[in-house]
């Protein structure tokens, strides 16, 4: 009677061609091939997997006997972390588009409000009715673009577009502090230069530009900045 080790069924002898870690017989004289001349045929033995994909089931049974969730929900390293080419050349082509789609509408809006013309000069408030650290809400150019106006010193005046560069949240003067706050996700621009100095904001506040003639602030244009 043939030795047998503990444990061997004749299911597990099937299942030896699935395993991936089987050594391939490339002798000729091996036991059951004796008499065998010249080249073997190229399919006589199974092609072997990829090696990234190569998987072995925890009861060591062969894949195609395996439950179908196993597929999907794979258990080690090699299929967990297998990319198919097809899935790398799709994720760089949506990447490459996004990009350019971004660069398009940046474009755009730069040609829109080029086409829109000079803002109209109009004026915010008398100078008396700003005391140093006082600060005036007001809109320009258009009825519903939110500005502030802050009077940091006698002669300093700086008025921005109140709508944060994150998320357009209305952000808040603090001259107290030094600097323009927004409550949204804690986004802090300078006071005097507008530009950022925490938080999320990926550019600063749009500068509006004033002129003082007499007693009289008047806003003149709209100078936007990337960085």
Not at 31 to 36: A, K, M, Q, Y
Not at 99 to 124: D, H, M, T
Not at 201 to 214: A, D, F
């Amino acid at each position: 009677m043939a030795d047998e080790r503990p444990g061997d069924t004749p299911d597990q002898d099937e299942s030896l061609p699935d395993d991936p870690r089987a050594a391939l017989d490339v002798r000729i004289d091996s036991p059951g091939r004796e008499g065998l001349t010249g080249t073997t045929p190229s399919n006589v033995y199974k092609p072997l997997g990829d090696s990234e994909q190569i998987t072995i089931p925890p009861n060591w049974g062969p894949l195609h006997h395996q439950p179908a969730w196993r597929k999907d929900f794979p258990i080690d390293w090699p299929q967990d972390h297998y990319v198919a080419r097809r899935d790398f050349t799709k994720f760089l082509v949506l990447t490459s588009l996004a990009f350019v789609v971004g660069q398009l509408w940046i474009g755009a809006q730069n040609l829109w409000r080029r086409s829109r013309g000079k803002p109209p000069i109009r004026k915010i408030a008398a100078l008396a009715a700003l005391p140093v650290g006082a600060t005036l809400q007001f809109n320009y150019p258009g009825a519903h673009n939110s500005c502030i106006l802050v009077r940091l010193a006698p002669d300093v005046l700086v008025a921005y577009g109140q709508k944060c560069t994150h998320l357009s949240c209305a952000v808040v003067p603090r001259p107290e502090k030094g600097h323009i706050h927004c409550p949204c996700h804690e986004g802090f621009f300078d006071l005097k230069t507008g530009e950022v100095l925490a938080g999320p904001p990926p550019r600063p506040l749009p500068r509006i530009l004033l002129e003082l003639r007499g007693d009289d602030v008047y806003a003149t244009g709209i100078q936007w900045r990337t960085v």
